[in-house]
């Protein structure tokens, strides 16, 4: 009877569709595993094709193509540990979400998902077919239970597994980050291991997918609850444990406990990791932004030079005759610090053409929002033309506050291809530049120090479109902004809700009435990192065309 088993967890980072790429990523882990003498090498959820796939995965040539790596990487990898690998299954008609077992050259078990989630960032009902609950399979005469992710946030696959005779959980994992999602999932999984009295493992994949980042914080737990294991979160890693039998049953032996930041150093770092894999991922090395000396393209310059490197950083000034000065001097700074180019494009001159331009046919009519748009949308044209001539992909700076109530210019400052803060409300924007002036990590490729000057956070913020405009012209201030949209949006509530927790209800309203009418321009704007459970995208699906208003209480 084996008394220790030996597992080793490799935490790492794949792309959607890079078939061959995952396959080496796979390999090389179990390479890893084998030299460290484990007898199992274990990775996350549909690590394969990557993950998410959305409906990619729906596509036959392509589910064909990933079984056929999986059937190569057995073979590849049949002289040594098994290896557990996430992929897709085919039955008949139907379509799963597996977890394979490879060992001595052919696929020795499959564990096909029951559970398939259905909300926030999940579709897995209209893309999966949902399987019967199975029992375990047999590595060097272990039992092993692999409730797949969602399967193991509910009761009964767990236990089942438990009760047909699994000694421990090895739960392989595609959870993406939202805010403070850890301790969600350490107590769900607290549960199942006091549930079934069975160590758990938690692995997790790692990196950044469009909207999505997988955060890795891989963890294990012994019976009872007792943290036996954690990894680092945002961190490719790979870990070899050791399990032993004793009297009262398998243990984890105590391993490495990395240290899990807090929210602010969380939530930045998914903004690095996802801007960096966005850009790898699709193929580009080189970003631009419109640097306007306002805090947010100031955090968004200083997230992009720490994910790429100053050298990969442009930054460029479009000033009109409204930018202040101390606008001026607070977006040179701001680049100067953080050691990336920065050019000077003004724009008058092509503003001027193009007034001259509509002046027949706006003959007779007052100056107002069209002409501060303009502005705008001539800035966003020539931020694209840099991006198509350099090859370097536009970032766009817009906060969670103003993509919400829409004040933003469609095909203006919204041009881009990617938006770090676009689920970062403004009050959080703030303290992010603080947090980041005060620290420093080894992750980040930029400087440390005060890269974003005081006075770019102390400063009234302003679209600077006409003479001495304030953001609060046009929208309440932003912590009562910021206050209502986390009732609206994030936590679903009613302008009832708004007004019992002390707002205006007229106040509320016109912030209701904006958040609908905005709609068509987060359906044409750029993906960007999910900080949230309720990020404009897949967490928030309204349609475009929408009448309804809360009337609740008027």
């Known amino acids: 009877m084996t008394d220790r088993f030996r597992l080793t967890l490799a935490q790492l980072n794949p792309t959607v569709g890079d078939l061959d790429a995952n396959f080496a990523l796979a390999q090389d882990a179990w390479q890893q595993g084998r030299d460290a003498g484990a007898q199992m090498v274990a990775l996350p959820e549909m690590f394969i094709t990557g993950y998410n796939t959305q409906d990619l995965v729906m596509k ?12 190569e990487l ?5 002289d040594g540990p098994a290896l557990g690998i996430g992929g897709p299954a085919v039955e008949g008609e139907g379509l799963y979400n597996a977890y394979y077992i490879l060992k001595g050259g052919r696929i020795t078990a499959r564990v096909l998902k029951h559970h398939l989630p259905n909300e926030t960032v999940f579709d897995e009902v209209r893309i999966y077919d949902a399987a019967p609950v199975g029992g375990p399979y047999v590595v060097d005469d272990v039992r092993v239970g692999s409730p797949i992710c969602e399967d193991s946030w509910h009761e009964d696959v767990p236990e089942t597994l438990a009760e047909t005779g699994a000694e421990f959980l090895l739960v392989p994992n595609g959870s993406p980050y939202y805010r403070d999602k850890m301790e969600v999932r350490q107590n769900l999984m607290v549960a199942r291991v006091i549930e079934t009295g069975l160590p758990l493992i938690y692995l997790n994949l790692v990196g950044g997918q469009d909207d999505q980042v997988f955060d890795g914080g891989t963890f294990a737990l012994n019976p009872g609850g007792e943290l036996a294991l954690q990894m680092p979160v945002m961190r490719e890693a790979v870990t070899t444990i050791d399990l032993t039998r004793g009297d009262e049953g398998w243990r984890i032996e105590p391993a490495e406990l990395a240290r899990i930041p807090d929210s602010f150093e969380q939530d930045y770092h998914a903004m690095v990791l996802a ?20 805090i947010d393209s100031a955090i968004v ?51 001027a053409a193009i007034t001259n331009t509509l002046a027949p046919l706006f003959d007779g009519t007052e100056e107002g929002l069209t002409e501060e748009n303009i502005q705008s949308r001539l800035r966003g044209l020539l931020l694209m033309a840099l991006s198509n001539k350099f090859g370097e992909m536009l970032l766009t700076t817009g906060n969670k506050s103003e993509v919400a109530v829409g004040y933003a210019t469609i095909y203006g400052d919204m041009n881009g291809g990617y938006n770090p803060i676009k689920d970062m409300y403004k009050t959080r924007v703030f303290d992010t530049c603080r947090w980041r002036n005060a620290n420093h990590r080894d992750w980040m490729m930029g400087p440390g120090g005060e890269v974003i000057p005081a006075n770019v956070i102390q400063k009234p913020p302003s679209a600077e479109l006409r003479e001495d405009q304030k953001d609060s012209d046009s929208l309440p201030d932003y912590p009562v902004l910021d206050a209502i949209l986390e009732i609206l949006v994030d936590q679903d509530g009613s302008i009832e809700d708004c007004v019992s927790a002390g707002f205006e209800r007229d106040v509320a309203k016109k912030v209701e009435h904006l958040l609908y009418i905005s709609e068509y321009k987060r359906f044409q704007s750029a993906p960007g990192t999910r900080l949230s459970k309720k990020a404009f995208w897949l967490d928030r699906r309204y349609p475009i065309v929408n009448r309804w208003r809360d009337g609740s209480g008027s």
């Open 60 to 71: 036959p040539a392509f589910n064909r193509a990933a079984i056929a790596k999986l059937e």
């Open 74 to 78: 057995a073979e590849a990898c049949k």
């Open 275 to 294: 801007l960096r894999d966005y850009l790898r991922k699709t193929g580009f090395k080189k970003v631009l932004l419109g640097l306007s000396g306002g």
């Open 301 to 351: 310059a200083a997230v992009a030079v720490d994910a790429l490197g100053a050298n990969n950083v442009r930054c460029v000034m479009l000033p009109s005759e409204y930018t202040s000065q101390a606008s001026l001097d607070d977006a040179k700074a701001i680049a100067e610090n953080l050691g990336c180019r920065y050019d000077f494009v003004p724009i008058a001159e092509g503003r």
